[in-house]
T-cell receptor, first 116, second 116 residues
Framework: QKEVEQNSGPLSVPEGAIASLNCTYS??????FFWYRQYSGKSPELIMS????GDKEDGRFTAQLNKASQYVSLLIRDSQPSDSATYLC????????????????FGQGTILTVHP | DAGVTQSPTHLIKTRGQHVTLRCSPI?????VSWYQQVLGQGPQFIFQ???????GRGNFPDRFSARQFPNYSSELNVNALLLGDSALYLC???????????????FGPGTRLLVL
């Protein structure tokens, strides 16, 4: 079982629709969760972080976390063609003793295509 | 403010050679992490350095090494290159502080390495 799993897609949605991207993780000790966007040939760009169960909204983006189900999602409202990219879910788990540092474990990414 | 910078942008090497990749973090950031991203996969953690000390190492062979300098810039070295080392090498920096600050990674543009 992979530590972080995403449906590789591609996910295709029409312009103006809601795009829903999902991610599951295997380690219950995971505490911090991140969504990155990566355009073709470019590096990952941080969209959002989420640490507590529930929803976190930032503009057209909403991240949802359910630690009991080990599930993270990203909703993109009013999707635009410029949102077409690969979306990466990343997870951080504290080390033994509770120390946390920047070792992120990434899923393989979901390719999103928004068509006009 | 300038983001994370990396050099070179592209590199072609042959099997068995050695390569050095360089990274400068965002101004004020003291932590640098290195990731390897193979085509079609999410980034994989290689190292993290904070204040010149190695704080974490991923599951990579000893051919991979890194260091951080007093100005917080960093080098990643890879010896005895293999074809499988062909990838995008990403450097990320984190804001100063502990915990969630360290976990939040801001990526540079990457160095694309091709091993022939």
């Amino acid at each position: 079982q992979k530590e972080v799993e995403q449906n590789s897609g591609p996910l295709s949605v029409p312009e103006g629709a809601i795009a829903s991207l999902n991610c599951t993780y295997s380690d219950r000790g995971s505490q911090s969760f991140f969504w990155y966007r990566q355009y073709s040939g470019k590096s990952p760009e941080l969209i959002m972080s989420i640490y507590s169960n529930g929803d976190k909204e930032d503009g057209r983006f909403t991240a949802q976390l359910n630690k009991a189900s080990q599930y993270v999602s990203l909703l993109i409202r009013d999707s635009q063609p410029s949102d077409s990219a690969t979306y990466l879910c990343a997870v951080n788990k504290p080390e033994a003793g509770g120390t946390s540092y920047g070792k992120l474990t990434f899923g393989q990414g979901t390719i999103l295509t928004v068509h006009p | 403010d300038a983001g994370v910078t990396q050099s070179p942008t592209h590199l072609i090497k042959t099997r068995g050679q050695h390569v050095t990749l360089r990274c400068s973090p965002i101004s004020g950031h003291k932590s640098v992490s290195w990731y390897q991203q193979v085509l079609g996969q999410g980034p994989q953690f290689i190292f993290q350095y904070y204040e010149k000390e190695e704080r974490g190492r991923g599951n990579f062979p000893d051919r991979f090494s890194a260091r951080q300098f007093p100005n917080y810039s960093s080098e990643l070295n890879v010896n005895a290159l293999l074809l499988g080392d062909s990838a995008l090498y990403l450097c990320a920096s984190s804001p100063p502080g502990w915990g969630r600050y360290q976990e939040t990674q801001y990526f540079g543009p990457g160095t694309r390495l091709l091993v022939l």
